[in-house]
């Protein structure tokens, strides 16, 4: 069992940045794939980006290429999402999620484990 806690959701004007955290606890955070999602109001949970075990790849979804960084600690069990020049689109619950699985990191049904979520809202 993995749990996971987000965590640095808020309010922020477009053009501006916020760092998402998600905190794991339980097994050992280094043995799992991770991914950040999204869900905007009316709207299906989409991919955001995902971080391999290691760190060595990271995935992003067309629409934050090149404003989102996913970055992990395994020695504190943390990851982490920068997200810089959000736009109103950007606003949505955030979900960090780890999968053991090694498979497409997109796909949402291959994540095992999932936080609570945090919101993030971006005004324009």
């Known amino acids: 069992q993995v749990q996971l806690v987000e965590s640095g959701g808020g309010s922020v004007q477009a053009g501006g940045s916020l760092r998402l955290s998600c905190a794991a606890s339980?097994?050992?955070?280094?043995?799992?794939?991770m991914g950040w999602f999204r869900q905007a109001p009316g709207k299906e949970r989409e991919f955001v980006g995902a971080?391999?075990?290691?760190?060595?790849?990271?995935y992003y979804t067309d629409s934050v290429k090149g404003r989102f960084t996913i970055s992990r600690d395994n020695a504190k069990n943390m990851v982490h999402l920068q997200m810089n020049s959000l736009k109103s689109e950007d606003t949505a619950v955030y979900y960090c999620?780890?999968?053991?699985?090694?498979?497409?990191?997109?796909?949402?049904?291959?994540?095992?484990?999932w936080g609570q979520g945090t919101q993030v809202t971006v005004s324009s």
């Open positions: 339980g097994r050992t955070f280094s043995n799992y794939n």
């Open positions: 999620a780890a999968t053991i699985s090694t498979l497409d990191l997109r796909r949402e049904v291959l994540y095992n484990y």
């Open positions: 971080i391999t075990r290691s760190g060595s790849f990271r």
